[in-house]
């Protein structure tokens, strides 16, 4: 991966987010658990997650100062991804593998890095930075049963170099009978995503969610704000406005699953998600839009009530 790119992806979690937290921990033997909530996950643990992943391929011409997006595949979204993460005997994530019906992206402490210097968010890469990742640790932002992450991988440089990009929304998804069917609620939280522009240039995109749900009539109001992005090749941080995305998300009755169009300026698409917790207590999905030539935005988002 070009080194732009290696520097920016890590310094975007410095820019966006600045709160310290150390690292570390060693190894010991692990137990395979069933996955219900974030804080009943014990050291020492693997536990598989159920998600939905948003993903695409791109080719790009990169050098070591810059990389531009000159093709993109249509975003396809897998709702039956997973994640499945390995914990250490200090209770921190050690592995972490992302598997979609694109393949399997992972990465392993013993190998690669993993940098929680910028809590809530854990940044992962390989040595060679061929794959790099961002998640958010759940339980330093106030979530209990779902968490979300980006990532891109590169498998070529030079001119036509080619890789993917993808996000995922992982949790305990609440059964379709315990949705509530009544009342109404707020739910805030945050989106990690990528953004190409019409020019073909990619941004690293972290911004906020609000749902606000109408139990009664099954509906969801979408929308998210405060876009702060990086710019891959020039390491700027902004706030992009036109990347604010708004939609009415529905679902059926005694369904956990929520779908439905949202725009942005110039953008135009869909988002999905479940409900997550025993009384859906949570919500989190996915969302891609496409615009004018490359320009093409995916995410994911959760949010707590």
Do not use: H
């Not at 050098?63 to 709702?79: A, L, R, V, W, Y």
């Not at 393949?103 to 854990?122: E, I, K, M, Q």
């Not at 679902?251 to 953008?267: D, E, I, M, R």
Request: aromatic share 10%; net charge negative.
């Amino acid at each position: 991966m070009n080194n732009s790119l290696k520097t920016t992806l890590l310094c975007c979690s410095l820019t966006l987010l600045v709160t310290g937290c150390g690292g570390g921990g060693g190894s010991s033997a692990v137990v395979k658990r069933s996955f219900t909530s974030f804080s009943a996950i014990p050291a020492n643990s693997i536990v598989d997650i159920e998600g939905q992943s948003v993903e695409f391929s791109y080719v790009a011409n990169t050098n070591p100062t810059s990389i531009i997006i000159t093709g993109t595949s249509n975003p396809s979204t897998d709702p039956t991804a997973k994640s499945s993460l390995t914990y250490n005997d200090s209770g921190e994530i050690s592995k972490l593998s992302i598997v979609t019906d694109k393949g399997t992206v992972s990465w392993d402490s013993a190998t690669d890095t993993f940098d929680y210097s910028t809590s809530p968010l854990l940044t992962v890469n390989s040595p060679d930075f061929s794959e790099v990742g961002f998640t958010l640790l759940p339980l330093n932002i106030g979530w209990d049963y779902q968490t979300l992450g980006t990532w891109v991988t590169e498998t070529t440089t030079g001119s036509g170099a080619s890789g993917r990009l993808g996000s995922i929304s992982v949790g305990s998804r609440t059964d379709g009978s315990a949705v509530p069917t009544t009342g109404t609620a707020t739910f805030t939280g945050a989106t990690s995503g990528f953004y190409i522009d019409s020019a073909g240039t990619l941004f690293y995109v972290l911004g906020n969610t609000s749902i606000n749900a109408d139990f009664a009539n099954r509906s969801l109001a979408f929308t998210t704000s405060n876009n702060n992005t990086v710019n891959i090749n020039t390491e700027v941080a902004s706030v992009n406005s036109d990347l604010n995305l708004s939609g009415t998300l529905t679902y059926s009755a005694g369904s956990n699953n929520f779908s439905g169009s949202v725009t942005g300026t110039g953008l135009t698409g869909s988002a999905s998600g479940y409900f997550y917790g025993p009384s859906a207590e949570e919500a989190g999905g996915t969302f891609a839009l496409t615009g004018g030539g490359v320009e093409i935005y995916t995410g994911a988002f959760g949010a707590k009530r």
